[in-house]
T-cell receptor, first 113, second 114 residues
Framework: DQQVKQNSPSLSVQEGRISILNCDYTNSMFDYFLWYKKYPAEGPTFLISISSIKDKNEDGRFTVFLNKSAKHLSLHIVPSQPGDSAVYFCAASDRGTGNQFYFGTGTSLTVIP | DAGVIQSPRHEVTEMGQEVTLRCKPISGHNSLFWYRQTMMRGLELLIYFNNNVPIDDSGMPEDRFSAKMPNASFSTLKIQPSEPRDSAVYFC????????????FGQGTRLTVV
């Protein structure tokens, strides 16, 4: 059963606008969340993370928001750039039971120049 | 450090054959993960090792799949016998094992079973 869900398989955004990628999870014990970016024929690379004690974490153009009551997190990219075009995976971990990360199905972002 | 190294990058095999995928984690990392990427399930966790010991193998699809980590610098994922539905990209990842640290992925092995 998929514990981390990304319901939008794809998203297209104009260059310079905001990209918002969404992620939902079902396990209330998850307390650490990450976003990864993946280009074709490469492995996923870490982008940004957030602990459950926070509701926002910002790193340059990337901001992750966490809504624990809704079991929802989102990644905002602003302004979007063509080089941001990739597949974005959301991941979650229950640090109390181990170090394993559970991933969603990914959202393919296309930034149109 | 060269990062997580996986081999081979591509593997094409016939149904029924044994397939072995290899992974060298980043030196000093205590945790190692095998993932499978498919369109339907995204990145699916197959097995997780900590200090060379399998901790969680609940994601291994069936008995045809097995994974070993004989030492801190090497792991294998074996499929025997392989089936066409095993065709996917298989990723190995490693992590320092501390809380609040991410996993680092290899470039993956694209497996095609015909």
């Amino acid at each position: 059963d998929q514990q981390v869900k990304q319901n939008s398989p794809s998203l297209s955004v104009q260059e310079g606008r905001i990209s918002i990628l969404n992620c939902d999870y079902t396990n209330s014990m998850f307390d650490y969340f990450l976003w990864y970016k993946k280009y074709p024929a490469e492995g996923p690379t870490f982008l940004i993370s957030i602990s459950s004690i926070k509701d926002k974490n910002e790193d340059g153009r990337f901001t992750v928001f966490l809504n624990k009551s809704a079991k929802h997190l989102s990644l905002h990219i602003v302004p979007s750039q063509p080089g941001d075009s990739a597949v974005y995976f959301c991941a979650a971990s229950d640090r109390g039971t181990g170090n394993q990360f559970y991933f969603g199905t990914g959202t393919s972002l296309t930034v149109i120049p | 450090d060269a990062g997580v190294i996986q081999s081979p990058r591509h593997e094409v095999t016939e149904m029924g054959q044994e397939v072995t995928l290899r992974c060298k984690p980043i030196s000093g990392h205590n945790s190692l993960f095998w993932y499978r990427q498919t369109m339907m399930r995204g990145l699916e966790l197959l097995i997780y090792f900590n200090n060379n010991v399998p901790i969680d193998d609940s994601g291994m699809p069936e008995d045809r799949f097995s994974a070993k980590m004989p030492n801190a610098s090497f792991s294998t994922l074996k499929i025997q016998p392989s089936e066409p539905r095993d065709s996917a990209v298989y990723f190995c990842a490693s992590s320092p094992g501390h809380l609040n640290t991410e996993a680092f992925f290899g470039q993956g092995t694209r497996l095609t079973v015909v």
